[in-house]
Protein backbone atom coordinates (compact mmCIF):
# COMPACT_ATOMS: atom_id res chain seq x y z
CA UNK A 1 0.00 0.00 0.00
CA UNK A 2 1.26 3.09 -1.01
CA UNK A 3 1.96 5.72 1.61
CA UNK A 4 0.11 8.74 0.41
CA UNK A 5 1.96 11.09 3.10
CA UNK A 6 5.00 11.16 0.94
CA UNK A 7 3.76 12.77 -1.85
CA UNK A 8 4.34 15.97 -2.31
CA UNK A 9 1.83 19.06 -1.85
CA UNK A 10 1.90 22.40 -3.94
CA UNK A 11 3.07 25.81 -1.59
CA UNK A 12 0.03 26.85 -1.73
CA UNK A 13 -2.12 23.55 -0.57
CA UNK A 14 -3.68 26.20 2.21
CA UNK A 15 -6.16 27.54 -0.85
CA UNK A 16 -9.46 25.76 -1.92
CA UNK A 17 -9.18 24.35 -5.36
CA UNK A 18 -12.22 26.88 -6.44
CA UNK A 19 -9.27 29.76 -5.60
CA UNK A 20 -6.42 27.83 -7.11
CA UNK A 21 -8.80 27.36 -10.58
CA UNK A 22 -9.49 31.06 -10.47
CA UNK A 23 -5.82 32.38 -10.23
CA UNK A 24 -4.88 29.61 -12.59
CA UNK A 25 -7.41 30.55 -15.35
CA UNK A 26 -8.14 34.84 -14.25
CA UNK A 27 -11.48 33.99 -13.51
CA UNK A 28 -11.59 37.65 -11.82
CA UNK A 29 -11.69 39.58 -15.12
CA UNK A 30 -15.41 38.16 -15.06
CA UNK A 31 -16.36 40.00 -12.32
CA UNK A 32 -18.58 42.71 -12.92
CA UNK A 33 -17.57 46.10 -12.84
CA UNK A 34 -17.48 48.61 -9.51
CA UNK A 35 -20.91 50.41 -9.48
CA UNK A 36 -20.13 54.12 -9.53
CA UNK A 37 -20.98 56.44 -6.28
CA UNK A 38 -22.86 59.44 -7.77
CA UNK A 39 -25.86 57.02 -9.31
CA UNK A 40 -29.48 58.33 -8.30
CA UNK A 41 -31.14 56.64 -5.92
CA UNK A 42 -33.48 54.09 -7.62
CA UNK A 43 -37.25 54.95 -7.73
CA UNK A 44 -40.23 52.63 -6.34
CA UNK A 45 -43.11 51.85 -8.54
CA UNK A 46 -46.56 53.26 -7.81
CA UNK A 47 -48.86 50.42 -6.23
CA UNK A 48 -51.25 49.05 -8.16
CA UNK A 49 -55.05 48.58 -7.11
CA UNK A 50 -56.31 45.22 -7.11
CA UNK A 51 -59.79 44.92 -7.51
CA UNK A 52 -61.64 41.72 -6.09
CA UNK A 53 -63.90 40.22 -8.47
CA UNK A 54 -67.14 39.25 -6.83
CA UNK A 55 -68.84 35.97 -7.53
CA UNK A 56 -72.06 35.70 -9.26
CA UNK A 57 -73.73 34.39 -6.41
CA UNK A 58 -72.55 37.10 -3.98
CA UNK A 59 -73.22 40.26 -6.81
CA UNK A 60 -76.19 41.87 -5.64
CA UNK A 61 -78.98 41.99 -8.48
CA UNK A 62 -80.90 45.16 -9.71
CA UNK A 63 -84.22 45.41 -8.28
CA UNK A 64 -87.30 43.78 -10.64
CA UNK A 65 -89.46 46.78 -11.24
CA UNK A 66 -93.46 46.67 -10.08
CA UNK A 67 -95.70 45.65 -12.84
CA UNK A 68 -97.32 48.40 -14.55
CA UNK A 69 -100.92 48.10 -14.52
CA UNK A 70 -101.96 49.53 -18.80
CA UNK A 71 -104.09 52.86 -18.37
CA UNK A 72 -106.65 53.68 -21.18
CA UNK A 73 -105.20 55.93 -24.07
CA UNK A 74 -107.59 59.10 -24.60
CA UNK A 75 -107.12 60.62 -28.36
CA UNK A 76 -107.53 64.21 -28.48
CA UNK A 77 -107.11 66.11 -31.59
CA UNK A 78 -104.38 68.87 -31.25
CA UNK A 79 -105.23 72.26 -31.22
CA UNK A 80 -102.31 73.73 -33.54
CA UNK A 81 -100.43 71.70 -35.94
CA UNK A 82 -97.23 70.03 -34.64
CA UNK A 83 -94.22 71.42 -35.07
CA UNK A 84 -92.42 68.15 -35.42
CA UNK A 85 -94.61 67.29 -38.71
CA UNK A 86 -93.62 70.28 -40.38
CA UNK A 87 -89.65 69.81 -39.53
CA UNK A 88 -90.07 66.74 -40.77
CA UNK A 89 -91.79 67.42 -44.21
CA UNK A 90 -89.05 70.12 -44.67
CA UNK A 91 -86.49 68.17 -44.24
CA UNK A 92 -87.49 65.26 -47.11
CA UNK A 93 -86.49 66.62 -50.74
CA UNK A 94 -89.28 67.46 -52.98
CA UNK A 95 -89.92 64.30 -55.07
CA UNK A 96 -88.86 64.72 -59.08
CA UNK A 97 -92.02 64.06 -61.26
CA UNK A 98 -91.15 63.25 -65.16
CA UNK A 99 -91.83 65.77 -67.33
CA UNK A 100 -95.55 65.25 -69.17
CA UNK A 101 -95.07 63.79 -72.06
CA UNK A 102 -96.94 65.49 -75.08
CA UNK A 103 -99.58 63.62 -77.06
CA UNK A 104 -99.40 63.15 -80.51
CA UNK A 105 -101.22 65.49 -82.95
CA UNK A 106 -103.97 64.39 -84.03
CA UNK A 107 -106.66 66.39 -86.25
CA UNK A 108 -110.45 66.05 -84.87
CA UNK A 109 -111.80 68.88 -86.35
CA UNK A 110 -115.04 69.14 -88.31
CA UNK A 111 -115.18 67.03 -91.76
CA UNK A 112 -114.81 69.19 -94.71
CA UNK A 113 -116.20 68.02 -98.08
CA UNK A 114 -114.19 68.32 -101.44
CA UNK A 115 -116.41 69.43 -104.41
CA UNK A 116 -114.73 67.27 -106.78
CA UNK A 117 -116.04 68.41 -109.99
CA UNK A 118 -114.43 71.99 -108.40
CA UNK A 119 -110.95 69.97 -108.81
CA UNK A 120 -111.80 69.32 -112.36
CA UNK A 121 -112.52 72.58 -113.18
CA UNK A 122 -109.53 74.03 -112.44
CA UNK A 123 -107.18 70.88 -113.77
CA UNK A 124 -106.23 69.31 -110.53
CA UNK A 125 -105.97 65.77 -109.99
CA UNK A 126 -109.23 63.98 -108.57
CA UNK A 127 -108.68 60.95 -105.88
CA UNK A 128 -111.73 58.64 -107.09
CA UNK A 129 -111.01 59.87 -110.82
CA UNK A 130 -109.37 57.77 -113.46
CA UNK A 131 -105.32 57.60 -114.28
CA UNK A 132 -104.32 59.96 -116.21
CA UNK A 133 -101.02 61.38 -117.71
CA UNK A 134 -101.07 64.34 -114.58
CA UNK A 135 -101.68 61.49 -112.33
CA UNK A 136 -98.86 59.42 -113.31
CA UNK A 137 -96.27 62.38 -113.65
CA UNK A 138 -96.61 63.29 -110.00
CA UNK A 139 -96.99 59.99 -108.96
CA UNK A 140 -92.99 59.66 -110.04
CA UNK A 141 -92.45 63.18 -108.66
CA UNK A 142 -93.68 61.78 -104.84
CA UNK A 143 -92.07 58.35 -105.46
CA UNK A 144 -88.47 60.59 -105.43
CA UNK A 145 -89.79 62.48 -102.53
CA UNK A 146 -90.99 59.65 -100.36
CA UNK A 147 -87.19 57.86 -100.83
CA UNK A 148 -85.66 61.35 -99.66
CA UNK A 149 -87.89 61.01 -96.76
CA UNK A 150 -86.83 57.53 -96.33
CA UNK A 151 -83.47 58.36 -96.09
CA UNK A 152 -83.28 61.30 -93.89
CA UNK A 153 -85.31 59.09 -91.98
CA UNK A 154 -82.89 56.74 -91.04
CA UNK A 155 -80.00 58.93 -90.78
CA UNK A 156 -82.03 60.32 -87.35
CA UNK A 157 -83.48 63.60 -88.59
CA UNK A 158 -87.07 63.62 -86.91
CA UNK A 159 -89.29 65.82 -87.96
CA UNK A 160 -87.31 67.30 -90.59
CA UNK A 161 -87.57 64.69 -92.76
CA UNK A 162 -91.37 64.83 -93.03
CA UNK A 163 -91.27 68.37 -94.30
CA UNK A 164 -91.29 69.37 -97.93
CA UNK A 165 -91.56 72.94 -99.09
CA UNK A 166 -92.06 73.82 -102.91
CA UNK A 167 -91.58 77.13 -103.96
CA UNK A 168 -90.34 78.98 -106.99
CA UNK A 169 -88.52 82.01 -108.48
CA UNK A 170 -91.45 84.19 -109.38
CA UNK A 171 -95.27 84.23 -108.96
CA UNK A 172 -97.09 82.69 -111.45
CA UNK A 173 -94.62 79.54 -112.34
CA UNK A 174 -97.09 77.00 -110.86
CA UNK A 175 -95.82 76.15 -107.20
CA UNK A 176 -99.27 75.85 -105.74
CA UNK A 177 -100.61 74.14 -108.35
CA UNK A 178 -97.68 71.72 -107.89
CA UNK A 179 -98.47 71.74 -104.67
CA UNK A 180 -101.82 71.12 -104.18
CA UNK A 181 -101.06 67.66 -106.82
CA UNK A 182 -98.50 66.51 -104.97
CA UNK A 183 -100.54 66.88 -101.65
CA UNK A 184 -103.85 64.53 -103.63
CA UNK A 185 -101.17 62.13 -104.89
CA UNK A 186 -99.70 61.70 -101.74
CA UNK A 187 -103.27 61.40 -99.91
CA UNK A 188 -103.69 58.15 -101.73
CA UNK A 189 -100.86 56.14 -100.30
CA UNK A 190 -101.68 53.73 -98.34
CA UNK A 191 -98.97 53.80 -95.27
CA UNK A 192 -98.95 57.73 -95.34
CA UNK A 193 -100.97 60.66 -94.89
CA UNK A 194 -100.52 64.19 -95.57
CA UNK A 195 -100.92 67.64 -94.74
CA UNK A 196 -100.62 70.72 -97.12
CA UNK A 197 -99.68 73.97 -95.20
CA UNK A 198 -100.51 77.33 -97.45
CA UNK A 199 -97.37 79.40 -96.20
CA UNK A 200 -98.06 81.92 -98.85
CA UNK A 201 -98.90 84.03 -95.74
CA UNK A 202 -99.27 87.60 -98.44
CA UNK A 203 -101.52 86.15 -101.06
CA UNK A 204 -102.77 82.16 -99.90
CA UNK A 205 -104.90 80.44 -102.49
CA UNK A 206 -105.19 76.92 -101.41
CA UNK A 207 -108.42 77.38 -99.43
CA UNK A 208 -109.89 79.00 -102.39
CA UNK A 209 -108.31 75.89 -105.20
CA UNK A 210 -110.23 73.23 -102.83
CA UNK A 211 -113.33 75.72 -101.57
CA UNK A 212 -112.70 75.38 -97.97
CA UNK A 213 -114.17 78.15 -95.80
CA UNK A 214 -111.20 80.57 -94.36
CA UNK A 215 -110.07 81.04 -90.68
CA UNK A 216 -107.15 80.67 -88.09
CA UNK A 217 -104.51 79.15 -89.13
CA UNK A 218 -99.95 79.01 -89.43
CA UNK A 219 -99.64 82.57 -88.68
CA UNK A 220 -102.00 82.55 -85.78
CA UNK A 221 -100.18 79.61 -83.77
CA UNK A 222 -96.91 81.61 -84.33
CA UNK A 223 -98.00 84.80 -82.90
CA UNK A 224 -100.25 83.32 -80.06
CA UNK A 225 -97.84 81.60 -77.13
CA UNK A 226 -100.79 79.35 -76.06
CA UNK A 227 -102.38 77.98 -79.17
CA UNK A 228 -102.26 74.74 -80.55
CA UNK A 229 -101.64 74.62 -84.22
CA UNK A 230 -103.17 71.43 -84.53
CA UNK A 231 -106.70 73.11 -83.67
CA UNK A 232 -106.45 75.22 -86.81
CA UNK A 233 -105.99 71.95 -88.90
CA UNK A 234 -109.31 71.51 -91.53
CA UNK A 235 -110.05 67.79 -92.12
CA UNK A 236 -111.01 67.09 -95.73
CA UNK A 237 -113.25 64.09 -97.13
CA UNK A 238 -110.31 63.21 -98.88
CA UNK A 239 -108.93 59.68 -96.79
CA UNK A 240 -105.68 60.82 -95.78
CA UNK A 241 -105.63 64.78 -96.86
CA UNK A 242 -105.44 67.48 -94.07
CA UNK A 243 -105.10 71.50 -94.79
CA UNK A 244 -103.55 74.06 -92.29
CA UNK A 245 -104.78 77.61 -93.79
CA UNK A 246 -102.29 80.50 -93.59
CA UNK A 247 -104.49 82.40 -91.10
CA UNK A 248 -104.20 86.34 -90.33
CA UNK A 249 -102.11 88.29 -92.23
CA UNK A 250 -99.41 90.48 -90.23
CA UNK A 251 -96.58 92.38 -91.88
CA UNK A 252 -94.34 90.48 -89.48
CA UNK A 253 -94.55 87.36 -90.93
CA UNK A 254 -90.86 86.94 -91.77
CA UNK A 255 -89.69 88.05 -88.03
CA UNK A 256 -92.55 85.37 -86.13
CA UNK A 257 -90.99 82.79 -88.86
CA UNK A 258 -87.08 83.43 -87.61
CA UNK A 259 -88.47 83.16 -83.73
CA UNK A 260 -87.69 79.90 -81.40
CA UNK A 261 -91.03 79.30 -81.53
CA UNK A 262 -91.38 78.30 -85.06
CA UNK A 263 -89.49 74.90 -84.39
CA UNK A 264 -92.08 74.12 -81.98
CA UNK A 265 -94.87 74.93 -83.97
CA UNK A 266 -93.43 72.80 -87.00
CA UNK A 267 -92.36 70.39 -84.73
CA UNK A 268 -95.63 69.49 -83.45
CA UNK A 269 -97.84 69.07 -86.79
CA UNK A 270 -95.42 65.90 -86.86
CA UNK A 271 -95.42 65.22 -82.96
CA UNK A 272 -96.62 61.32 -82.65
CA UNK A 273 -96.68 61.14 -86.51
CA UNK A 274 -93.91 59.23 -88.62
CA UNK A 275 -96.64 58.81 -91.68
CA UNK A 276 -97.51 62.21 -91.82
CA UNK A 277 -96.09 64.31 -95.03
CA UNK A 278 -96.06 67.79 -94.23
CA UNK A 279 -96.35 70.34 -97.71
CA UNK A 280 -95.63 73.67 -97.66
CA UNK A 281 -96.47 76.09 -100.01
CA UNK A 282 -94.19 78.82 -99.48
CA UNK A 283 -94.16 82.18 -101.31
CA UNK A 284 -92.31 83.32 -104.07
CA UNK A 285 -88.97 82.92 -102.77
CA UNK A 286 -87.54 86.21 -104.70
CA UNK A 287 -90.74 87.97 -104.05
CA UNK A 288 -90.89 87.61 -100.36
CA UNK A 289 -88.71 86.41 -97.37
CA UNK A 290 -90.58 84.30 -95.85
CA UNK A 291 -89.78 80.86 -98.37
CA UNK A 292 -86.11 81.37 -96.77
CA UNK A 293 -86.65 81.23 -93.39
CA UNK A 294 -89.20 78.12 -93.83
CA UNK A 295 -86.45 76.52 -95.42
CA UNK A 296 -84.70 76.07 -92.35
CA UNK A 297 -87.17 74.06 -90.67
CA UNK A 298 -87.41 71.26 -93.57
CA UNK A 299 -86.08 68.62 -95.13
CA UNK A 300 -86.66 69.13 -98.74
CA UNK A 301 -86.87 72.14 -100.78
CA UNK A 302 -89.09 71.47 -104.59
CA UNK A 303 -88.33 74.48 -106.65
CA UNK A 304 -91.10 74.52 -109.61
CA UNK A 305 -89.38 76.27 -112.88
CA UNK A 306 -91.82 77.26 -115.46
CA UNK A 307 -90.46 75.97 -118.98
CA UNK A 308 -90.99 79.02 -120.79
CA UNK A 309 -90.69 81.61 -118.01
CA UNK A 310 -88.05 80.96 -115.50
CA UNK A 311 -84.39 82.46 -116.32
CA UNK A 312 -81.32 80.47 -115.27
CA UNK A 313 -80.35 83.79 -113.06
CA UNK A 314 -83.47 83.77 -111.32
CA UNK A 315 -83.78 80.07 -110.92
CA UNK A 316 -79.74 80.15 -109.22
CA UNK A 317 -80.95 83.56 -106.80
CA UNK A 318 -83.78 81.40 -105.93
CA UNK A 319 -81.85 78.41 -105.02
CA UNK A 320 -79.25 80.17 -103.14
CA UNK A 321 -81.40 81.82 -101.07
CA UNK A 322 -83.32 78.46 -100.12
CA UNK A 323 -79.40 76.98 -99.23
CA UNK A 324 -80.92 77.04 -95.69
CA UNK A 325 -82.34 73.44 -96.58
CA UNK A 326 -80.19 70.15 -97.45
CA UNK A 327 -81.98 68.62 -100.43
CA UNK A 328 -82.95 71.06 -104.04
CA UNK A 329 -84.41 69.69 -106.17
CA UNK A 330 -86.18 70.99 -109.33
CA UNK A 331 -89.96 70.15 -110.63
CA UNK A 332 -90.26 71.19 -114.51
CA UNK A 333 -93.46 72.49 -115.27
CA UNK A 334 -95.63 74.03 -118.38
CA UNK A 335 -93.58 71.59 -120.59
CA UNK A 336 -95.35 70.90 -124.26
CA UNK A 337 -92.69 68.37 -125.67
CA UNK A 338 -90.50 65.44 -123.65
CA UNK A 339 -86.93 65.04 -124.92
CA UNK A 340 -87.30 61.32 -124.64
CA UNK A 341 -90.89 61.03 -126.20
CA UNK A 342 -92.29 59.47 -123.33
CA UNK A 343 -96.13 59.85 -123.37
CA UNK A 344 -98.15 58.90 -119.65
CA UNK A 345 -101.47 57.24 -120.06
CA UNK A 346 -100.79 56.15 -123.22
CA UNK A 347 -99.63 52.79 -123.12
CA UNK A 348 -102.59 51.70 -120.45
CA UNK A 349 -105.59 53.64 -122.20
CA UNK A 350 -105.78 55.77 -118.95
CA UNK A 351 -106.62 59.02 -121.72
CA UNK A 352 -105.33 62.01 -122.17
Do not use: W
Request: aromatic residues 4%.
Amino acid sequence: MTDQSKIPMPQDSADSLIERAARAYDLRSFSPPPVPGDLAPPQPKPAQRYRATMPEAVRPQPATPPPVTPQPVVHTEPSEPVEAVASVESVVAPVQTEKPVSLPATFNGVLHQIDRQHLRDQGLLVPEGAVTTLQEEFRIVKRQLLEQVGLMRRDGRGGVAQRVLVGSAHPGEGKTYCAVNLALSLSGEKENEVLLVDADFAKPSILGMLGLPGGPGLMDALTQADADVADFVLRTDIPGLSILPAGNATTSDSEYLASSRTAKVLDRLTEGAPQRIVIFDSPPVLAASPAAELAKHVGQAIVVVRADRTGQGALEDAISLLSGCPNIQLLLNCTSFSPSGRRFGAYYGYGE
